[in-house]
């Protein structure tokens, strides 16, 4: 992997050339090394597609200084779910990242290589953090109930099927602590 500050200009680099074009299909490696004021090879030597650079440089935003993906622990379980609910849909539908996550999960439907980079780097660690605390809260089958938190959030971004609302969140929220208490 490129040191942390090429890795920084080349995030920021392709970040740009995504928002520039709306979008991945006009991201090259060739114009991401350019912007970045690297060489074609060290893209090349770090990231095999356009998609695990836009993925890698997502996912740098979302992690703490370790790496570790960071969930609420306020010692209020269904604060802390809220928080996490508001975050996670305030990043998906924030207007100037929204189409690049888009792209990029488009991206995991027909490159398994990044689908299985993102199931690694991001959706089982942000699993694993989840269910860490609601193990930490005494809630048993806590793998499953992070996934049951998690699900519909997705679902409800990737399908479009409704707009998100604060009153959905904390209702989102209140089912799952519902589910936990049955």
């Known amino acids: 992997m490129a040191r942390d500050h090429t890795r920084a200009k080349v995030h920021a680099a392709a970040l740009s050339l995504a928002l520039d074009a709306n979008g991945t299909g006009m991201l090259t490696m060739e114009g991401i090394a350019g912007r970045a004021g690297v060489s074609k090879q060290t893209v090349y030597r770090s990231w095999p597609s356009t998609g695990a650079v836009l993925f890698d440089a997502l996912l740098a935003r979302t992690a703490d200084d370790s790496g570790r993906v960071v969930v609420p622990n306020s010692g209020d379980l269904t604060s802390d779910l ?3 609910a508001t975050g996670m849909i305030e990043e998906l539908t924030d207007p100037t990242e929204e189409a690049l996550l888009r792209a990029v999960t488009a991206d995991l439907q027909s490159d398994a290589a990044l689908a299985a980079q993102y199931r690694e780097l991001l959706l089982g660690p942000q699993l694993s953090a989840i269910s860490a605390r609601l193990d930490e809260a005494g809630v048993p ?3 499953d109930v992070a996934e049951l ?3 519909p959030i997705f679902y409800r971004w990737l399908l479009r099927s409704q707009t998100f609302d604060p009153e959905w969140a904390s209702a989102h929220v209140a089912r799952v602590i519902r ?3 049955s």
């Open 179 to 181: 589910s936990i208490e």
């Open 82 to 84: 809220l928080a996490l």
């Open 149 to 151: 938190f998690v699900g």
């Open 141 to 143: 089958a806590s793998g």
